[in-house]
């Protein structure tokens, strides 16, 4: 089972994995693979592999990508074998990726992946997530709120909505979700009794 989390920049993505990661110890963290350059407080590794445009395109055409797409002027992929990895380790890969790479999977998977889409409570509340995060300037909100509208439309072809208004509540129902999942026929492949 791999886990996608999709929705808009300032929904609170990054805010609900962190959270979600320290409380479901088989659930992992997928990290992809950036042409983008390191932010502070950010570490090779951890939140990225940091690449540039040329040992990006050294992986493409290693074939080294379950997926890849442009993201906000820069390239982002998810490795192949970072997956294979985390599967044969036991563990939930989580995937944090754009409704792009998130569709992509979603065809890629079936019902392997488990998609989940957090929507912001309002587009007001967007916005003041986004200023309030003091990240970008105002130019880089407004495109983003552009965005947004763009992304949403993505969502219908994920299997669950959260609405993150209150994050405790968000994550119980993400736990209910997955609980509910890992209880589904088809991740056994036996009967617990015969
Ligand atoms: P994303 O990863 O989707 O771009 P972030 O996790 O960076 O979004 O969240 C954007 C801002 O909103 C951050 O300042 C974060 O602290 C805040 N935030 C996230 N979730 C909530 C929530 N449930 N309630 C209030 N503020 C939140
Ligand atoms: P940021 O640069 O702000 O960390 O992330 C920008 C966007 O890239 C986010 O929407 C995130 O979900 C998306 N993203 C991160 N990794 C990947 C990836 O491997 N593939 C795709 N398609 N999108 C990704």
């Given at each position: 089972?791999?886990l996608?989390?999709s929705?808009p920049?300032g929904?609170?993505?990054?805010?609900?994995?962190?959270a979600l990661?320290?409380?479901?110890?088989?659930?992992?963290?997928?990290v992809?693979?950036?042409?983008?350059?390191i932010?502070g407080?950010?570490?090779?590794g951890?939140?990225?592999?940091?690449?540039?445009?040329?040992?990006?395109?050294?992986?493409i055409?290693?074939d080294?990508?379950?997926?890849y797409a442009?993201?906000?002027?820069?390239?982002?992929?998810?490795r192949?074998?970072?997956i294979?990895?985390?599967v044969?380790?036991?563990?939930?890969?989580l995937?944090d990726?754009?409704?792009?790479?998130?569709?992509?999977?979603?065809?890629?998977?079936?019902?392997?992946?488990v998609?989940?889409?957090?929507?912001?409570?309002?587009w007001?509340?967007?916005?003041?997530?986004?200023?309030?995060?003091?990240t970008?300037?105002d130019e880089v909100?407004?495109?983003?709120m552009?965005?947004?509208?763009w992304?949403?439309?993505?969502a219908?072809?994920?299997?669950?909505?959260?609405?993150?208004?209150?994050?405790?509540?968000?994550l119980?129902?993400m736990?209910?979700?997955l609980i509910a999942?890992r209880?589904?026929?088809?991740?056994?492949?036996e009967?617990?009794?015969?």
């Amino acid at each position: 089972m791999l886990l996608l989390i999709s929705g808009p920049s300032g929904a609170g993505k990054s805010t609900f994995t962190q959270a979600l990661l320290e409380s479901a110890e088989d659930v992992e963290f997928s990290v992809s693979t950036t042409t983008r350059k390191i932010r502070g407080g950010e570490e090779e590794g951890v939140q990225y592999n940091f690449v540039d445009d040329a040992e990006f395109d050294d992986l493409i055409a290693a074939d080294a990508f379950v997926e890849y797409a442009d993201v906000h002027k820069f390239r982002y992929g998810t490795r192949k074998e970072h997956i294979a990895k985390m599967v044969g380790a036991g563990k939930i890969p989580l995937l944090d990726l754009d409704v792009q790479g998130g569709h992509n999977v979603i065809d890629i998977y079936g019902d392997e992946l488990v998609s989940v889409f957090i929507y912001p409570p309002s587009w007001e509340v967007l916005e003041q997530r986004l200023r309030g995060r003091g990240t970008d300037s105002d130019e880089v909100i407004q495109t983003r709120m552009e965005n947004a509208r763009w992304e949403i439309s993505f969502a219908e072809k994920y299997d669950y909505f959260i609405l993150n208004d209150d994050l405790d509540k968000a994550l119980v129902k993400m736990k209910a979700i997955l609980i509910a999942e890992r209880c589904r026929r088809i991740r056994h492949s036996e009967f617990p009794l015969k």
